[in-house]
């Protein structure tokens, strides 16, 4: 069993930046796949980035591609996601989750676990 726990939510003005971190539980958190996601309201869930094991491969969502990195701090059993050049769009509950059997479709594939989001509110 796995916790995600995510730190760093807030509220930034559009053009800045805000650093993400998802800390999890367990012995295991190298073996596992990592994304991030993010819900605005009224919207459904949708994938931002993700991150292999080692973290030599990530994938953005076009739309933060160029502003936003994903990386991995495997010895603190950490993902970030530091954004910058926020834009309003961005504004949503952010969400990391964790692959336990990498299947390199970070996109669509299944995540086993889930954190309990942050809120990040970009204002004009």
């Known amino acids: 069993q796995v916790q995600l726990v995510e730190y760093g939510g807030g509220l930034v003005q559009a053009g800045g930046s805000l650093r993400l971190s998802c800390v999890a539980s367990?012995?295991?958190?190298?073996?596992?796949?990592m994304g991030w996601f993010r819900q605005a309201p009224g919207k459904n869930r949708e994938f931002v980035a993700g991150i292999s094991r080692s973290g030599g491969y990530r994938e953005y969502v076009d739309s933060v591609k160029g502003r936003f990195n994903i990386s991995r701090d495997n010895a603190k059993n950490t993902v970030y996601l530091q954004m910058n050049s926020l834009k309003l769009e961005d504004t949503a509950v952010y969400y990391c989750?964790?692959?336990?059997?990498?299947?390199?479709?970070?996109?669509?594939?299944?995540?086993?676990?889930w954190g309990q989001g942050t809120q990040v509110t970009v204002s004009s």
């Open positions: 989750a964790a692959k336990v059997n990498p299947d390199n479709n970070y996109v669509l594939g299944k995540y086993d676990y």
């Open positions: 367990g012995r295991t958190f190298s073996s596992y796949g």
